[in-house]
């Protein structure tokens, strides 16, 4: 499938194959997304045959406008009033009481559904062009490195989808922020480019954050995910040196996602060297990976960024792409 330059004739005729049930790959700021009616269970049920992606992995609903909220929560509380007003159109969901009409094919058969207003142009007047809510998770097979370029998808998915539309490079580069504010106390579900501290600042109470759980309640809550093929390794600055040379002496080719550590040259080695700011490091993370994950390598060894609270989201996805050692 060749990616179609985002210009308003293919937006409207995107907006057209939703409405036929049909899946369409379009770019938020965070990823890509691999779009269906969210009303039209059939439709749905396409983009989990398409990722290979379990039925009860629920889905985020994209909007075109927080006034859309209560067409398919149950009840929206203020808080999520509030986090809508400060934060939307941005990398931010929640997770809400649906509506008995909300297809359980969208939320994984539970009886809440994440809901989220995307801010990227072409997303924006793609759900303004087709006037519902569209389900929509990373473009990419399951479990594997999400999208952050139309021709990931391409790569990935290939005809699954009927049109995949571009949009340029996302701007962002990991998913967004999920807050779950179905009951009780808010929960930090998914780190994403929203800081914890900006989030409590809207609602003026803490958040409890992520725990072991036995019940995937968003996305990006297995063990496991947006991994490489190759086997990748997360390593401490002091040890990456030495664990490089120690799978380069055992004849290994190697890819390095270098964060501040310079090695030297080796025929076997290639190097990826990454931002040093969060932000940028974040939106180069996942083409990143690709890159190296496409050189048939024999290891990805991924150097620690840093550990602290700016770094959440980073350090969530490479916990979850790479093996610590």
């Not at 990227?120 to 490195?145: D, E, K, M, T």
């Not at 380069?248 to 310079?262: E, K, N, S, T």
């Not at 993370?285 to 390598?297: F, H, N, P, T, V």
Request: charged residues 15%.
């Amino acid at each position: 499938m060749t990616p179609r330059p985002a210009d308003a004739v293919a937006i409207h005729e995107a907006a057209q194959l939703l409405k036929q049930g049909r899946l369409v790959a379009f770019p938020t700021e965070t990823v890509y997304g691999l779009g269906a009616d969210a009303s039209n269970a059939e439709a749905v049920r396409g983009i989990f045959a398409a990722k290979g992606r379990p039925a009860d992995h629920p889905l985020i609903v994209h909007l075109a406008d927080k006034s859309m909220l209560p067409d398919w929560a149950a009840e929206v509380p203020a808080s999520a009033w509030q986090l809508a007003e400060r934060f939307w159109p941005g990398p931010l969901a929640v997770i809400l009481r649906k509506k008995v009409s909300v297809p359980l094919a969208v939320t994984g058969g539970q009886d809440t559904v994440a809901l989220r207003v995307p801010n990227h142009p072409v997303a924006l007047q793609l759900l303004q062009a087709f006037g519902g809510g569209i389900a929509a998770p990373s473009a990419n097979r399951y479990c594997r490195i999400s999208p952050t370029q139309a021709a990931h998808v391409a790569e990935e998915l290939g005809d699954a989808v009927a049109m995949i539309l571009d949009g340029g490079p996302c701007q962002v580069g990991v998913e967004s922020t999920i807050i779950d504010l179905s009951g009780g106390q808010p929960r930090l579900l998914r780190p994403g480019q929203l800081s914890v501290a900006a989030i409590e600042a809207v609602l003026q109470q803490t958040l409890l954050l992520p725990e072991a759980v036995s019940e995937i309640r968003a996305p990006g809550m297995m063990a496991v995910h947006y991994a490489p093929v190759t086997m990748a390794l997360l390593c401490p600055a002091q040890d990456l040196a030495k664990l490089a040379q120690t799978f380069l002496d055992g004849h290994q080719r190697v890819g390095v996602l270098a964060y501040q550590q310079d090695l030297p040259a080796h025929p076997l080695l290639v190097v990826e060297h990454m931002p040093d700011s969060v932000a940028a490091y974040a939106q180069a993370l996942y083409a990143s990976l690709r890159k190296l994950d496409g050189l048939q390598l024999d290891r990805i060894l991924v150097e620690q960024p840093p550990q602290t609270e700016a770094w959440r989201a980073v350090n969530d996805r490479l916990g979850k792409a790479a093996v610590a050692v």
